[in-house]
């Protein structure tokens, strides 16, 4: 092997290539079915009820998961949750004045005095900014893209930096009753998102929700850490959610950990997470009464369950879920197992496309070994019929010629376990950069490698047949003929 | 002749050269023509739905308006933004959940399995119901319709101005429905078939008498379409808009999920996009997507797939050129002593170079036929594992499709192959002096 070492390092390069190629790709399926499994072990979701639909449409949620808590043997917490999309705006505390400069804010124009008020506190505001009244208290400045808020307090007149919404993914939630479903680690996983809290809300109850919806606001949100880094709030700035016409005041009481990074494709629809009281999202969004009405209608998105500890076993819980079938025909009920089969139906495809894409590269590598091996015996014919005369028999033939190509595989299919990983490693930090994530995309683990290397090497066996086989066939007059 | 002879001599390494290339090829048709496929489906599922502007609330992206507060006083912005003249159509549509039965009360009179009243199976589904007002639709299409008619009752006479006065008892209340295949079928009705619908399922199965009796009303199958943008797994239905709000109880203020626009052919649909935000009179409140933007914006989802893809074909490309490079030099290296001869009887360097690069463009060219076969019916295999992996696909949705642009990539993919692989090497090699070849005869 060693006289021609140009063509054996080109063989083992194309070889390694494909193995590489063959581990980058096959390891994004394997992070998918990784994440899979960790989702399925973390966290005592076992069960969890959803709506046929694509909203928020299971009405009269708590009373669903206070009878599933209370009437069930089975069932030890199950709690209401509703997902929507809000508006979080804030308005960045800039600087307060003394109630008498509302002399000077007229509306259309501004004035000279309050360009140089803006002055003294490091801002430029030109003579062209339209200045607005929106209500009893409150004015708004708008120059050129930069928009200002005043905020008449009762004592001084408060100026905010009006920031542009954030659209987010909100989660309404029980506190009390969701708490029961984070791990040791204060993680929960819903709606395919892992989220890791570093604080948790104040309040347990959901104080809203008491007498039809008009009992104690709190206000209390968590957010995810992305959109509290991309904020970087301090002390006196104010924030609301809501919708354009709706809005309410909430305060920043967690933050915590989230796979999203703001930025990529879901940051182009929505920038961040954030959790509130249910019965508070609830009306923010119109899910708490039926608009023509106004009877109380309570809709949420879905139920997570967790059963009794003494039925924790899969067989179990199968039985659990057929039960709240049965009960609740119109919804659907899916075990964590489901989710996992849901999830491994849905990556089939992926893992089927990905494995051909990569076993016809492989292919190619492996033709170029045999390729390379059918020109090593060619040249080497007269070697070979020397050989065959002196009494070496055809399995002798057929193992050195099959040994080459072997260690010609085998040391591609190892050395590409090298580029393997990065290209693994860039995979997700590009898939990553492009959805906008934070996560493991793909899965680099030793049960991998081990059976990449596997298949290159019994793929790459059946391709060194041919050369080996057409070794052992020569006959030794005609071997012996060549130049 | 000589070259194809001098092929032909070597027909081992020659097989498994045109082989490896042919691969390659087909390997990268399948992956071309399944990312044209899709950017295929896309364009062409938004241009037959002959919507040329999307207007949702401020700020919401398009995609995700069904998830967001909807539209208040519908109507009322549709048609001031008609006042643009560049505006043929504006439609509101409103797009919620809703549950149907195609069966009447009496039906559901029958005893189970366990003596109880109710149903021995669930046959009350969840549908999308899309609520319109035909009169103010444009040619919005990607729906055919398959049986009876599409909404007869041109107008939404129900609306009475946002008093809905008689509820669904009223004479104003058509009771039209038109369905989708799927839900016909799952439904189990025809047109002039009675379907019962309600905005909530009953809780149990105690409770589907008492939903079917007093919580649902009842609709005529006026007509069944066919949606080229959803699939079976999304069973839908129209009905005027006025119904679907009463059935939504969204009787306060017209509410709607969005806005279809259709514009007058030769106007700008990104001036009207940017018309309708900056300066129609409810513009604050709106933001307008135009049928590109929403396009690139899908495209966005695809583009993953579609550099995963290119750098597959790269890399498998890169693969084939060592190979060919490869088998070429040592075919060539071979012959180095046939070379010299040659260069000594006063053949010209560029005769020999010309002779060696005959030789493997005809394994090239032969690659890249073979690879055109393989690739076709690749990709006729990855439409079948597609669609019998997904039986809920839309039927608009086009999984694979071998565009000129694919094949263009494709042919330059081969073309490099042949280059870098092929003729580079044999004008490097074959410019060996006549007495260093002649050394090795």
């Known amino acids: 092997m060693l006289k021609r070492p140009g063509r054996n390092i080109m063989t083992i390069l194309a070889v390694m290539i494909s193995t590489s190629l063959l581990i980058s790709i096959l390891s994004i399926t394997e992070g998918m079915r990784s994440r899979n499994a960790a989702s399925i072990e973390t966290g005592n979701q076992d069960i969890i009820i959803t709506a046929m639909g694509y909203k928020e449409d299971i009405p009269h949620g708590r009373e669903i998961a206070e009878s599933l808590e209370n009437d069930s043997v089975n069932v030890s917490f199950a709690s209401p949750m509703l997902v929507s999309l809000l508006f979080l705006r804030y308005k960045e505390y800039l600087f307060s004045l003394d109630p008498e400069y509302q002399k000077h804010l007229i509306d259309g124009t501004v004035n000279d005095t309050l360009i140089k008020v803006f002055e003294n506190n490091s801002l430029t505001l030109s003579n062209k900014a339209n200045l607005s009244k929106i209500d009893g208290g409150c004015w708004e400045i708008v120059d050129k893209t930069n928009r200002y808020r005043i905020q008449y307090t009762g004592t001084e007149l408060n100026i905010y930096y009006s920031d542009k919404p954030y659209l987010v993914m909100a989660i309404g939630v029980i506190p009390e009753k969701t708490e029961q479903f984070l791990s040791e680690e204060k993680a929960i996983r819903l709606f395919g998102l892992e989220m890791q809290f570093n604080e948790w809300f104040e309040t347990p109850g959901d104080p809203h929700f008491n007498d039809s919806y008009k009992g104690g606001y709190t206000g209390e949100i968590l957010i995810s850490d992305n959109l509290f880094e991309g904020i970087g709030p301090k002390k006196g700035d104010v924030f609301t959610v809501g919708s354009e016409n709706s809005q309410e005041n909430v305060t920043i009481t967690g933050t915590f950990g989230s796979p999203l990074s703001g930025g990529g494709i879901f940051g182009k629809y929505f920038q961040g997470i954030l959790m509130m009281h249910l019965s508070e999202l609830q009306s923010l969004v119109g899910a708490h009464v039926v608009s023509d009405t106004g009877k109380v209608e309570d809709r949420i998105s879905s139920i997570i369950i967790s059963v009794r500890d003494e039925k924790k076993d899969a067989s179990e819980i199968d039985g659990i879920a057929m039960e709240l079938r049965n009960d609740y025909p119109f919804y659907s009920v899916l075990t964590k197992s489901d989710q996992f089969a849901r999830v491994e139906q849905r990556s089939e495809i992926a893992d089927i496309f990905y494995t051909s894409a990569g076993t016809v590269s492989l292919v190619i590598g492996l033709l170029f070994v045999a390729c390379i091996m059918v020109i090593n015996v060619y040249e080497r014919q007269k070697e070979i019929g020397v050989m065959r005369a002196i009494g070496i028999s055809k399995k002798t033939i057929f193992t050195q010629v099959f040994g080459e190509s072997f260690v010609l595989i085998a040391v591609g299919a190892c050395v590409g376990i090298i580029p393997g990983y990065f290209g693994s490693d860039y995979i997700s930090d590009f898939m990553c950069a492009k959805y906008g994530v934070e996560m493991e995309i793909t899965s680099f683990s030793l049960a991998l490698v081990v059976r990449c290397v596997l298949y290159v090497i019994v793929i790459g066996c059946l391709f060194s047949f041919y050369p080996a086989i057409k070794a052992s066939r020569l006959e030794i007059i005609d071997a012996m003929k060549k130049p | ?441």
């Open chain 2, 1 to 441: 002749m000589n070259a194809i002879r001098n092929i032909f001599k070597r027909t081992g390494r020659t097989l498994l050269t045109v082989t490896g290339i042919s691969l390659s090829i087909g390997l990268a048709i399948c992956i071309f023509s399944l990312s044209a496929g899709i950017d295929l489906s896309i364009h062409t599922i938004l241009e037959e739905s002959g919507v040329d502007v999307y207007v949702v609330s401020r700020g919401v992206p398009v995609f995700l308006q069904d998830l967001s507060k909807p539209l208040i006083e519908s109507r009322a912005i549709s048609r001031s933004l008609l006042k643009n003249p560049g505006i043929k159509a504006a439609g509101p549509r409103l797009v919620d959940s809703i549950y149907m039965t195609g069966h009447g009360p009496d039906d559901f009179r029958e005893i189970n399995a366990e003596g109880k009243l109710g149903l021995k199976e669930s046959k009350i589904y969840h549908s999308i119901g899309r609520g319109r007002v035909p009169e103010m639709d444009g040619n919005f299409g990607g729906e055919s319709l398959v049986k009876g008619e599409y909404l007869p009752t041109r107008g939404d006479p129900f609306y009475q101005n946002g008093t809905y006065q008689g509820g669904a008892n009223s004479s104003l209340f058509t009771h039209e429905i038109v369905l989708d295949v799927y839900l016909a079928e799952l439904l189990d009705v025809g047109v002039g078939d009675r379907v019962l619908a309600a905005k909530n399922p009953p809780q149990s199965e105690e409770e589907i008498l008492d939903w079917s009796n007093n919580r649902t009303i009842h609709f005529e199958v006026v007509g069944i379409l066919r949606e080229s943008y959803e699939g079976s797994d999304m069973p839908s239905c129209v009905l005027h808009l006025s119904e679907m709000q009463y059935l939504m109880g969204l009787t306060h203020f017209d509410k709607a999920t969005k806005i279809f626009v259709e514009v007058e052919a030769g106007t700008d649909v990104n001036d009207i996009s940017d018309w309708i935000e900056e300066e129609s009179a409810f513009g604050a409140e709106l933001s307008a997507y135009s049928s590109e933007e929403l396009e690139s914006d899908l495209l966005d989802f695809t583009d993953v797939m579609r550099s995963f893809g290119g750098m597959i074909t790269i890399i498998t490309t890169f693969v084939s050129i060592i190979f060919v490079a490869t088998i070429v030099v040592i075919s060539i290296k071979e012959r180095t002593g046939e070379i010299g001869i040659l260069k000594a009887i006063g053949i010209s360097s560029r005769s020999v170079v010309f002779l060696f690069f005959t030789e493997t463009m005809v394994i090239c060219l032969l690659g890249y036929l073979l690879g055109l076969l393989l690739g076709v019916l690749g990709v006729h295999i990855v439409d079948y594992m597609v669609i019998s992996s997904y039986d809920s696909l839309p039927p608009g949705l086009v999984i694979t499709k071998i565009t000129p642009g694919v094949l263009g990539k494709v042919t330059v993919f081969a073309f490099l192959i042949s280059i870098l692989g092929g003729v580079v090497p044999s004008y490097l090699i074959t410019r060996v002096p006549p007495i260093t070849a002649m050394r090795r005869v």
